[in-house]
């Protein structure tokens, strides 16, 4: 799996690499305007992410713009619906409005920080990045 952490914070973007060192390869941008350069980068040597985990707060482009740059990439390679990239907004921000503006950009799970790796590997699951867990 390749994998994209997108986080301004140092020790948050330890912890997420810690988190999925054992699935895949995985890529570190501190902002957003990196996260697009990477992107495109990984969509040009035919190596694309599979995931972003993409935090909201950053430098010189916020989350928010980072998602609606890469939806917009997406479209120009001819990348639709399920075919992209899974985007987890990894995120402090716990207001209802700002997560609903996260999904209606495009992302397909918000986790608010502190996140645990068990909550992390929830939603990779969800969203068919993991094997379902063989349970009872």
């Not at 140092?10 to 999925?20: G, M, N, S, W």
């Not at 502190?114 to 094997?131: D, Y």
């Amino acid at each position: 799996m390749e994998c994209l952490i997108v986080e301004d914070d140092f020790t948050a973007r330890k912890l997420l690499q810690e988190y999925l060192y054992d699935l895949g390869n995985c890529d570190v941008a501190i902002n957003g305007r990196e996260a697009v350069d990477s992107f495109k980068a990984a969509l040009e040597a035919h190596r694309p992410y599979d995931l972003i985990c993409l935090d909201i707060m950053m430098p010189e482009m916020n989350g928010m713009g980072a998602l609606k740059a890469i939806r917009r990439v997406e479209k120009e390679y001819g990348i639709e619906g399920l075919n992209g990239v899974k985007v987890i907004v990894t995120t402090a921000l716990s207001d209802s409005a700002q997560i609903k503006d996260a999904f209606k950009t495009g992302c397909e799970a918000y986790l608010v920080k502190p996140i645990s790796k068990g909550s992390l590997l929830k939603e990779m699951e969800k969203l068919g990045l993991l094997p379902a867990k063989v349970s009872e």
